[in-house]
């Protein structure tokens, strides 16, 4: 088979319901990061954000389109390598920028309360591990994927959760 038709094939496996399931994690980092948007007005942390959700949406919507349509629109996983560590960056150099220091003395005390700190650490966990999975599992691969998404589903609902227990 020719790279070009490898690159356009259609991944084996895509189903409705691992569809659904992607959505998820993007539903848990939405909810979390929106709490965090909500107490640290900054433009820049919103653009951030506003672009993790997006590359977020995107993967989700490619793999929607893969389960119903059985088409392969790359761009709509490709873009994910782009616009997340983009937002990533933002978020931080918004954090470092931010005129008002003083809630981050507030913050890092509540973070490091339990249950909260035990989910921070979850999601630390779960990133380090979607980092590596990045690098060695197939994205074609039906069962990698599932792997790389209850691991994302754990993580991100844990950093919602962290969050939840934060600001309540």
Known sequence: MSYKNKINEIPE???LQMAIMDALPVIFFTIGISLVALNFKSLIFFIGS???ITAGLLKVLWKFIIALHKKNIRILNKQ???LMPTGFLLIILSIFIYPD???????LPAILKMPQLLCFIITLIGMILMSVFAKVLDKNDAKANWIEQTTNLIAQFC???GLIFIYK
């Open 159 to 161: 950093f919602m959760l």
């Open 101 to 107: 220091k003083s809630k981050f003395d507030l913050i």
């Open 50 to 52: 506003f672009l993790i």
């Open 80 to 82: 994910l390598r782009y």
């Open 13 to 15: 496996g895509f189903t």
